[in-house]
């Protein structure tokens, strides 16, 4: 690892959060594990996605990623380094069930357990993600999460992991961007498994949030204390126009993306307009049961917010394409409405093509607070991916990152002095990784890995970052 002094050293913070405020960073087992083929675990659909020609930018996959798996104590002590008081993870369920059910891996839940020891041993707090997009092969080979019977397996896993870590892990979140998971995964086919059957996908959408809630009931019945969450990618949506029809592709997106996940989170219902929307594909009777809407809303402890971006939508005939979208021929995960565009706002955007945009997470964080139960929110996931340079000096100036990050928690200070129930950020990601299908040609961390060494290098970012949590706060207003 290397450190350097930043451009700048943070001033007395003019803008100080609340005492308790959670400072974290994030990451997803898949990403940054690697080992994929040691200590008996089993296959994931991203291991077939990856194996698969054309999936993944340059053919890249993630046997080896950033080699947490055996350098996890180092990464550790970098945690350390930069104070961070949580460290929100995903374990893999295909290396602690290797098929998606039946028998345990000891050696593959043992790695968890000694991270999570690692973790407390520092005194930081480890938040649990136990989904984060990497399902079992054989699972899929079933049917995936289209199949009823894959909640029902998520819900035994559940058991099994809480079971094993719930008197150490206190703050639990179930499904990771079920909206991706499903619309990505089984609509677009721009994710693993890489599916294009949209009705199937509105399945797989509802038998996540089911997951949801059978694994938070099973969780309830094993360690009473557990803090639960639920955990959704949310975004602003703008009509391009105030024309009928880019209105209404504003409600569409903002439905599907939305609200679909947060009225059965927070409400137990669908709403009506998008089972509207869905109506030609497949109706609610094809998908819900009797007991599956009261199952999903089961009461939560906290709620997770992942954002990056504002949405602006467009109606008309020939809308553009999101710039969002994966480097593959893909199909649109927009089901029932794939014929909305998604335009440039005008605003400077990030490697990935996301429009920067912290307006829109004080939208979304004051329209959770107005429209929906008062529960704890945390960010668990921020950031953004820039075209960063290793200098020759060893050092990565990301001032455009520091800046995305800054704008953000001031966006989260004046919602929380506007009395939104904000109690922690966690800035994606800790380190560079394995992006999806993008492979390794996007970079998030506040952390510089280099591919051929596995060096971690901390950038100007997370030196920055580091001292905004030494001192609880920020500099004062932005001039």
């Known amino acids: 690892m290397t450190t350097h002094k930043p451009d700048t050293q943070l001033e007395t913070p003019g803008l100080v959060f609340p005492t308790g405020f959670v400072w974290g960073a994030a990451t997803s087992a898949y990403q940054i594990e690697g ?31 950033i080699d947490h798996y055996n350098r996890y104590r180092d990464d550790v002590r970098l945690m350390a380094d930069l104070g961070l008081s949580a460290y929100r993870f995903s374990v893999s369920w295909s290396r602690i069930q290797p098929l998606g059910s039946g028998a345990i891996n000891n050696k593959g839940l043992d790695f968890y357990k000694n991270l999570v020891d690692e973790l407390l041993s520092y005194g930081i707090d480890p938040w649990l993600t136990l989904y984060h997009w990497d399902l079992p092969q054989a699972l899929e080979d079933a049917g995936g999460w289209p199949s009823r019977d894959t909640s029902k397996r998520f819900a035994d896993f559940a058991a099994a992991v809480h079971g094993a870590l719930g008197d150490r892990v206190k703050n639990w979140s179930t499904v990771n961007e079920p909206w991706c998971a499903a619309l990505l995964g089984y609509a677009s086919g721009e994710h693993a498994p890489g599916r294009r059957e949209p009705a199937k996908a509105i399945h797989a959408a509802h038998h996540l949030n089911l997951a949801h809630g059978l694994a938070v009931e099973a969780m309830r019945a094993q360690h009473a204390d557990s803090r639960i969450a639920g955990s959704v990618n949310l975004y602003a949506v703008t009509p391009a126009t105030e024309s009928e029809a880019d209105q209404d592709a504003a409600r569409r997106v903002d439905g599907l993306q939305n609200r679909f996940f947060l009225d059965a989170l927070m409400y137990g219902r669908y709403p009506e307009d998008v089972l509207a929307d869905l109506s030609h594909l497949t109706t609610p009777d094809e998908f819900i049961q009797d007991g599956d809407l009261a199952a999903i809303a089961a009461p939560l402890d906290m709620l997770m917010i992942n954002y990056y971006s504002r949405f602006t939508v467009s109606g008309a005939p020939g809308g553009a394409q999101s710039a969002a979208a994966a480097p593959t021929d893909s199909g649109s995960p927009w089901v029932g409405s794939e014929h909305v565009g998604f335009v440039n706002g005008g605003r400077p955007v990030t490697s990935m093509g996301w429009e920067v945009d912290g307006t829109g997470l004080y939208e979304v964080l004051t329209r959770l607070a107005r429209e929906y139960p008062s529960i704890p929110l945390y960010i668990s996931e921020n950031g953004a991916a820039y075209d960063d340079v290793l200098t020759e000096d060893g050092t990565v100036h ?36 394995f992006e999806w299908a993008w492979g390794y040609d996007k970079r998030f961390g506040l952390v510089y890995v280099d591919y051929s060494t596995q060096t971690r290098i901390l950038k100007d970012s997370a030196l920055w970052y580091a001292e905004t949590i030494r001192h609880g706060g920020l500099r004062g207003p932005a001039e």
């Open 35 to 65: 080992a994929l083929d040691v200590d008996g675990r089993g296959r994931s659909i991203w291991d077939t996605f990856c194996a698969t020609p054309g999936r993944v930018v340059n053919g890249e996959d993630a046997r080896v990623a």
């Open 398 to 433: 990301d001032a455009e990152r520091r800046d995305f990050i800054d704008t953000h928690l001031r966006v989260c200070h004046q919602a929380i002095e506007g009395g939104v129930p904000l109690q922690g950020y966690f800035a994606w990601s800790l380190m560079d990784n």
